[in-house]
């Protein structure tokens, strides 16, 4: 199972390391380093790296390596899951998960950590199940702590971890009893250069919260289920009922908790909400270029697309760029080559573009590659693959509880090749 | 205020202060020092001196403080073995709290002290947590067998242990089974000790039931497990099929993944026309897929499993190609394996995007990706045929780019081609040789070189181009000498009158001036065969090629099954047998790896022991061998019979030496008709002890589906030899004295041309140890030792006159007859 784990910053120092059986000499993560070396971006450092001894397991998120050091033969996914386990459950504490927050936070860190494995065992992973150990650090129960001398160790056995539903602790009361879902839509998309589309896909989630006293039973139920055919559930989902039914029901953990995630196939068709104009060309023997670029919305139901950000990344060759935004503000990094441009809102009367020309060094002959254009937008009140709930109710208690549900469609992944 | 302040050093007497503290009246001022201890111990300062202070903090009644304390205990006991004493009695005392955070806390850190004195103080009270009122507290407990397992194996045996974790399995609670079943693989992975986890169908149903109410964690142990078990018959497997396919909807990639390698497995016993067996197929996919939405590690690890599955059962993806079409932002490993599915899922009906696809990929930043993307434009023309012209003219298209390394890597994927297709796409040669001064790497130059040769006929200037090449003759690497020597033999052949010169010259380079031996004996021969018989010479060299086959890279059928049903773990992830893991967990290096061939080449001869006439068609040769301080039975298994055999079992007669299989059979899949199956048997000799005649008699029955079967073989005794059979000098003397002379046995070995020092390194290499040599008279004296398995000790003198090839031997042991018989048969 997990022998021990190191926290590796983005310069390669280790400034956390835990041990669940033996000590590993630091030593080890030299094997990590060298890849590290190797990889010419942070993101390329192979996940899985053999040494005589043992395998390092890596995951890299907010720019920290969470290295984790395993002998015998574990399951890597396990080993990755857990470390992102690890990861959220630090965001979820510190509020951000960066050197600065763990080292502030070491001790909690350290509890932490002692809690959610157990010789390499994972023992409480469950978000619900550690606060009811660890108490989160805030500002107020630190000042207390002071002043008291009580502690954020919770006194308690976790009652949660031995009932049939370990996610939800018993006894929760609220005076304002509210149940929210947000339904949350990523496109991943990769369009041409002539603007059709190669691939197409939707990441979908229902991430909830949910305050509801004592043991609600809820029950979910959508106008076109037929849409959700590869879904992952949380743990609390009745999977018979969803077979038979196509209904979710669920007794909620308390808080915050991702109900659901689905993926809308490339096999079905997926609209695609904005499009791209764009003229990015080089001539032989020329130090200019010319860029070229119009956004336009496409297949939005009438919903505004907001909060736009384009970005691509332009071929060494070039020196600099003189481009003239109809709205918004670009910017350009000679050093890395990093155009951005933040869009913001797309009025359909007046599509926005960027236009004018790049200078290449003089003499350098044309770029080979074709830059690709990324594009971050945001649509409110809108799933793009249709999906709309059809009625929330709830059984179990007798309170009547506010409902509300939104949704809302995101760019992931999407890319326009020039 | 956060902890940072404690990481700030101040002065340099920082643990002389720590101490103070520690020591403080206060308890706030306490729990602060431990903080501050506990904050230097995890920056990897050495804060061990202050082990007593620390521990007398343990007697408190605050839970944080405790735990802080317990943490400090776990990191430091083993260097303070003696003062970690201290600590037992609150252990003892806190596994008897009632409350039962309190006791699983004891317990859970109890195991985690490293230390082997205070172990079996420790039994008593773990022997009552295991079975504790409280699940929490049991489940907990069976975690830490699994540890002390690690520490000190023998007495967790000895201690019954592992028999009280075999009940676990029958607890009410899904946790405390899940925990038992993860305590138990892992300590059968440690210490290959048979049937630990016996998988019965009662079991398997608890495991079932055990999945669907325990956590994610517990789910992949349990069906890890479930994945050992070889169902009895297609019942069986459908229905636990059936309990698995829930767990492919789980937001866990990791228990994704496990149930993905439960059905992958026991697909192959259901029957392939069922109606059951293409749903299940139809729900495979899916969930794949989704895999590829999480982040790039996960995408990484799932890749490189959906790469044996595309290979097993391509239909289950052969919908799906879009999925695997790299996003410029993919890190480089997951744009590498996305690509080499995309090829193995290419197919004619998709061909016409993938191309475009990976048409697009060759104009990235990436060079190593861009010149992967450039040989699977190759590998798709290779693979289906009616691309191959479409494949050309995108191959022309990126030669025309004229990025450099794109041109070489064209080139190389072109010669491949020719291979697969010849006289079909010889018009593109004049655009290939357009191309030829760039051409700065090797293999583009190899593969032009060879081109040129081969369609010499066509090319009205190849001697000129041929010629160009060989002025930095000496300059090339190896690879490209050959191919140029073999190029312009062959267009000698083909126009002999123009040539002559330019063949002497190549010739004469090879042959006189290079000191390749490859290089000078390919010139030999070519010259030899030209000068002899130039018709011959004709037919041999231009002989019509067999083409190339498809796939190359295909992973061999009998490892892809083997890996398909280790999906999920680290074998998948690297393609090679799992074996290859456990070995590395025994700390297993390069070197013993060589000791291993030198082993193998004296006892790996494989003998027939059950002929297929004998046993309804299963044929089984073996050997024995020892590895790395391990004893294994390799044997190889063919089906020679025309039906397929499954229910594989093995087990031994009782014998001189306890030998006994430590795991069942390892065959997993059903064997084929006319299929062979390789496996390492692992032994060990804890087993019950029967004189046989001869000694080293091994009686052995196997069974099948269809009928049992006995055998016996002998086993060399070298197997026997441990490898800490190095008796100490002192030691030596004293025992060979004391050795009474009836227990003396002299022998010659005859006809033996070795040394001594080559002597004693082959013995070493068997276990038996050179103690000391001396030079008496002319003669060299060896004193050597080996240890049996069962501990009997074996001295021998070994005499070597130098010319003689006769070597006269004289042997000592301490043991009885039984170990006069045993020398006979060791020389």
């Excluded at chain 1, 976790?158 to 006894?171: A, C, E, F, I, M």
């Excluded at chain 2, 001064?437 to 001697?463: C, F, H, K, Q, T």
């Excluded at chain 2, 027939?608 to 089984?620: Q, S, Y």
């Amino acid at each position: 199972m997990i022998h021990s784990l190191f926290l590796v910053n983005s310069s390669g120092d280790i400034f956390l390391e835990k041990h669940w059986k033996s000590v590993v000499s630091r030593s080890v993560c030299d094997y990590f380093f060298e890849a590290q070396e190797r990889a010419s971006e942070p993101e390329n450092v192979p996940p899985v790296i053999p040494t005589p001894h043992h395998y390092l397991i890596s995951v890299l998120r907010h720019r920290i390596y969470f290295v984790a050091v395993i002998q015998s033969e574990v399951p890597p996914l396990f080993v990755i899951e857990f470390l992102h386990r690890v990861v959220d459950t630090f965001q979820d504490y510190f509020g951000v998960c960066t050197e600065a927050a763990i080292k502030d936070n070491v001790v909690v860190v350290y509890e932490l950590l002692e809690e959610m494995l157990d010789n390499g065992f994972p023992l409480a992973t469950e978000s619900n199940i550690l606060k009811e150990l660890i108490k989160p650090p805030t500002i107020l129960r630190t000042v207390v702590n002071t002043i008291t001398g009580s502690t954020n160790v919770g006194e308690q056995l976790p009652t949660g971890q031995l009932s049939v539903v370990p996610w939800r602790r018993t006894g929760v009361k609220y005076t304002n009893n509210e149940a929210y879902f947000d339904v949350v839509e990523e496109i991943d998309a990769i369009i041409d250069k002539s603007g059709s589309t190669i691939t197409a896909e939707i990441q979908g989630v229902i991430d909830a919260c949910v305050k509801l006293s004592g043991m609600p039973d809820l029950t979910l139920s959508f106008m076109n289920p037929r849409l959700l055919d590869d879904v992952s559930f949380h743990p609390c989902v009745r999977f018979k009922r969803w077979e038979a039914e196509r209904i979710l029901s669920f007794i909620p953990p308390d808080g915050n908790f991702r109900l659901l995630s689905y993926h809308v196939s490339s096999q079905n068709l997926v609209a695609i909400p904005v499009y791209v104009k764009h003229n990015i060309t080089f001539r032989e023997g020329s130090s200019q270029g010319r860029f070229e670029l119009t956004l336009g919305p496409k297949q939005t139901m009438g919903k505004a697309v907001e909060s736009v950000l384009v970005s691509s990344q332009l071929p060494r060759g070039v020196l600099n760029v003189n481009l003239n935004p109809s709205q918004g503000t670009y910017t350009f990094d000679p050093v890395t080559k990093l155009l951005s441009w933040d869009v913001g809102k797309i009025n359909p009367q007046k599509l926005p573009s960027l236009k004018g020309s790049m200078s290449l060094q003089a003499g350098a002959s044309k770029p080979d590659e074709n830059p690709t254009i990324n594009i971050q937008f945001k649509i409110q009140q809108m799933a793009i693959s249709g999906l709309k709930v059809n009625r929330l109710d709830m059984y179990g208690e007798k309170y009547k509880p506010f409902k509300g549900i939104k949704y809302m469609t995101k760019a992931g992944k999407f890319q326009v090749r020039t | 205020m956060t902890d940072s302040k404690y990481f700030t050093t101040n002065k340099k007497g920082e643990i002389f202060e720590l101490k103070a503290e520690l020591n403080n009246e206060k308890k706030e001022k306490r729990k602060e020092a431990v903080k501050k201890v506990i904050a230097a111990m995890t920056v990897g300062k050495d804060v061990s001196s202050l082990f007593p202070d620390v521990v007398n903090c343990m007697q408190t009644d605050n839970l944080e403080l405790k735990k802080l304390v317990y943490l400090y205990l776990m990191n430091y006991a083993k260097s303070q073995p003696d003062m970690a004493i201290m600590a037992v009695n609150s252990f003892v005392k806190d596994c008897e709290d009632p409350n039962p955070l309190i006791r699983a806390l004891a317990v859970r850190t109890m195991g985690c002290i490293r230390v082997d004195k205070i172990t079996e103080y420790l039994c008593e009270p773990l022997r009552k947590c295991l079975k504790d009122e409280d699940p929490y507290v049991r489940k907990t407990a069976a975690v830490c067998v699994a540890k002390l397992h690690d520490i000190n194996a023998q007495m967790v045996e000895d201690q019954g242990f592992l028999d009280s974790l075999r009940d676990l399995i029958a607890d009410s609670n899904p946790m405390v089974v899940a925990n038992a079943v993860a305590a138990l693989s892992e300590i059968s992975e440690s210490h290959p000790n048979s049937n630990l986890l016996d998988l019965n169908p009662q079991n398997i149903n608890k495991l079932l039931t055990a999945l669907n109410e325990c956590t994610e964690w517990g789910q992949i142990f349990i069906l890890d497990c479930l994945s050992n078990y070889n169902p009895k018959d297609e019942r069986e497997a459908q229905s636990i099929c059936e309990r698995v396919t829930p767990r492919l909807s789980h937001a866990n990639s990791a228990v994704v993944l496990s149930a993905v390698k439960v059905l992958m497995k026991f697909l192959e016993l259901l029957p392939k026309d069922s109606d059951y067996y293409g749903t299940l197929l139809k729900k495979l996919s899916p969930p794949l897929v989704t895999l590829l939405s999480g982040e790039p590690e996960v995408q990484y690890v799932a890749l490189r499993n959906i790469n044996l599955i595309v290979q097993k059962r391509p239909e289950i993806l052969k919908q799906e190609i879009k999925v695997f079409f790299v996003k410029y932002n993919d890190p480089i490993y997951v744009k590498l394996e996305k690509l080499d599915i995309m090829i193995r899922l290419a197919s004619q009906a998709n061909i016409a995007q993938v191309l475009a696809e990976l048409k697009e990929y060759a104009t990235e930043v990436d060079v190593d990706f861009v010149r992967k993307a450039v040989r699977a434009i190759g590998r798709c023309a290779i693979k289906v045929e009616q691309s191959a012209e479409r494949c050309v003219s995108t191959l022309l298209d990126l030669i025309q780019t004229k990025v450099n390394y794109v041109v070489q890597e064209a080139i190389v994927v072109i010669r491949d081609i020719f291979r697969k297709y010849p006289n079909k796409y010889e018009s593109i040669i004049a655009t290939l040789c357009e191309n030829l001064d760039s051409l700065d790497e090797p293999d583009a130059r190899a593969a032009m070189i060879w081109i040129v040769g081969e369609y010499a006929e066509r090319i009205d200037n190849a001697d000129e181009l041929l010629e160009s090449f060989l002025e930095g003759f000496h300059d090339e690497s190896t690879q490209v000498q050959l191919t140029l020597l073999t190029a312009i033999v062959k267009l000698f052949l083909k126009k002999p009158s123009e040539t002559q010169e330019l063949v002497q010259q190549v010739l004469s380079l090879a042959t006189q001036d290079s000191d390749n031996p490859d290089l000078r004996d390919r010139g030999y021969i070519y010259w030899r065969l030209l000068s002899t018989d130039p018709v011959t010479a004709k037919e041999v060299v231009l002989s019509e090629k067999p083409l190339i086959s498809e796939e190359t890279d295909l992973i061999e059928p009998t490892l892809l099954d083997e890996l398909i049903c280790h999906i999920g773990s680290l074998a998948s992830v690297y393609h090679k047998p799992p074996n290859a893991f456990v070995e590395g967990s025994h700390g297993i290096h390069q070197h013993s790896a060589d000791q291993f061939a030198i082993m193998k080449q004296y006892f790996s001869v494989l003998q027939v022991w059950l002929p297929a006439t004998k046993a309804k068609g299963l044929e089984i040769a073996g050997t024995f061998s020892r590895r790395q301080g391990h004893m294994y039975m390799d044997m190889t298994f063919i089906n020679k019979a025309l039906q397929h055999m499954t229910d594989f079992a093995i087990q031994f007669n009782k014998n001189s030496f306890g030998v006994i299989p430590t795991t069942p059979l390892p065959i997993h899949t059903p064997l084929m008709p006319n299929q062979s199956i390789d496996i390492s048997l692992p032994l060990s000799t804890i087993g019950p002890v029967m004189k046989m005649d001869p000694l080293n008699n091994l009686q052995v029955a196997v069974k099948n589906i269809i009928d049992v079967f006995y055998f016996s073989c002998l086993i060399p005794l070298n197997i026997f030899f441990v490898e800490d059979g190095k008796m100490e000098r002192q030691v030596f003397l004293v025992t060979w004295k004391d050795i009474p002379n009836e227990n003396e046995l002299q022998y010659q070995i005859k006809e033996c041309h070795l040394n001594a020092d080559t002597v004693s390194g082959k013995l070493q290499n068997n276990n038996i140890f050179t103690i000391a040599k001396r030079n008496v008279e002319g003669q060299d004296m060896l004193y050597q030792s080996l240890k049996l398995t069962n501990g009997i000790w074996i001295l021998a003198e070994l005499r070597i006159q130098p010319g003689n090839p006769n070597y006269t031997g004289k042997k000592k042991t301490n043991a009885t007859a039984f170990s006069y018989k045993l020398m006979v048969h060791i020389f």
